[in-house]
């Protein structure tokens, strides 16, 4: 006699998409116990909560891994709670965060804070990223033993370059004894000088300070020389440079354990979306050309660049509301990166669906070492259901963020995530035809 299962849930009818896994088509997926407990031809146990997702497709769970949830210290801005909202509804189940926090996660209790709250208040995972050096200053590395058995899953200094050469060898050289990547905000702080937007066309038209590209080539030959030179992992965050993604197709094709990851902003606009002066269009690395633009597509097909990410980067109104070059950089991106990324990449045939679930899921796994990223019988429970033919259009007045600082405000995108479950628990459900939506509200903690 069949144990009735009253904490599983059965997805039926939905179309698998899982590369990792080597799963793709119509089949059933059941989720049990926090795992995934059988995928095909399955059948609900007593007790299971059913839900037909027929005509959506269903994939490993999206790991955004370079998120600002700006607690603890700047909580007008964000909150892990309402990050991870923001996040749950974007289609992501884990996210991580950056370091850049007051005070900066350069301490085993900083990190411990991060994970407790994250228990407490979160509705999807978090993975705290430590900071490569104390305060984020660029001159003494941290402990970063102790950061990861405190559950740290990466350094960066993202924010800052780590400047000095020396500091920057022995922080490559003491991850790779401890098993971390090291990311990298690669660009040098003496080219970008008072730069606010990229150098070339639109910032002589527009009067302002340029940022030439080679801020970050420079920066990210360095950093590949050094990877070299110490067999360390290294991560390159949000590139967006035609140059930078040459060198790290270089790297990659030379076997050394380089990755890269793009911004939805930096495969989707370019610099001529500031000619309005909208301050929301100031960010850090810069929207660039059409070439870099073009460049970094090219990178996500051809698998240089393994993981989009948004880097969500919350601001209160009052700071992004002033002159262009007074504002702080960064834009939120958690409830449009996978709009943008089925619009601007899938839609025009520059990725093909499995290839951007593997940038998405699998991808950043792999990168920071976390499970995930395949629907495998055993593997977490965590699930995005994904609509490709949704329109709908970008409102930021309805975001689950604090901020909403975004440029694509109005915007028409056609795909959106409609469900999306962690560890067995739906954390997340878009409006859908009645019966579904009943069936997945009691499925929710």
């Known amino acids: 006699m069949e144990m009735a299962r009253e904490n599983a849930l059965y997805l039926r009818g939905g179309t698998v998409v899982d590369p990792q896994g080597g799963h793709h088509g119509e089949m059933d997926l059941l989720l049990a116990d926090g795992r995934v407990a059988g995928i095909g031809n399955v059948r609900p146990p007593a007790g299971a909560v059913e839900v037909n997702v027929r005509g959506l497709v269903v994939a490993p769970g999206f790991i955004d891994m370079h998120v600002h949830l700006r607690e603890p210290g700047r909580e007008d801005k964000e909150t892990i709670a309402s990050g991870t909202r923001a996040a749950a509804a974007g289609g992501f189940t884990a996210v991580a965060c950056m370091p850049n926090t007051d005070p900066p996660l350069d301490t085993r209790s900083t990190v411990e804070l991060v994970l407790r709250e994250a228990s407490r208040r979160a509705v999807t995972r978090v993975y705290p990223i430590a900071a490569v050096t104390q305060g984020r200053k660029g001159k003494i590395i941290t402990e970063m033993g102790e950061l990861r058995e405190a559950g740290a899953v990466a350094v960066s200094d993202d924010g800052d370059w780590v400047a000095d050469g020396h500091v920057m060898r022995r922080a490559l050289e003491y991850a790779r004894m401890v098993g971390l990547p090291v990311i990298s905000h690669a660009e040098d702080p003496l080219l970008r000088g008072c730069g606010v937007m ?13 940022i030439p590209a080679a801020a970050e080539d420079v920066a990210v030959a360095r950093d590949i020389a050094l990877a070299r030179l110490t067999g360390a992992r290294l991560h390159i965050a949000h590139i967006s440079t035609a140059g930078a993604v040459d060198l790290v197709r ?9 990755t890269a990851e793009a911004a939805p902003h930096h495969f989707t606009l370019t610099d001529e979306a500031v000619r309005g002066y909208n301050a929301n269009t100031r960010m850090s690395p810069p929207l660039r050309s059409e070439a870099d633009r073009d460049a970094v597509r090219e990178g996500l097909r051809d698998g240089t660049i393994g993981v989009i990410a948004t880097d969500h980067a919350p601001h209160t109104e009052t700071e992004k509301d002033v ?25 025009t045939k520059i990725l093909d669906l499995e290839t951007l679930v593997l940038r998405m899921s699998a991808g950043p796994a792999a990168v920071l070492g976390v499970p995930g990223g395949t629907l495998a019988p055993g593997s977490p429970a965590d699930v995005t259901v994904l609509d490709l033919g949704a329109e709908w259009t ?5 975001s689950c963020s604090l901020s909403r600082n975004t440029p694509f405000g109005g915007r028409r995108l056609v795909g959106r995530p409609v469900i999306t479950i962690v560890g067995g628990r739906v954390v997340h459900s878009a409006r ?7 069936a997945v509200e009691s499925a929710r903690p």
């Open 394 to 398: 970008v409102r930021p007045e309805e």
């Open 198 to 210: 990229h150098e070339g066309y639109w910032s002589t038209v527009l009067g302002l300070r340029g």
């Open 432 to 438: 859908m035809e009645s019966g579904a939506t009943a």
């Open 250 to 258: 270089r790297a990659r094709a030379e076997g050394l354990e380089v």
């Open 323 to 347: 002159e262009f070059d007074a504002a702080p950089n960064g834009i939120i991106g958690l409830e449009t990166a996978v709009g943008l990324a089925l619009t601007e990449l899938v839609r």
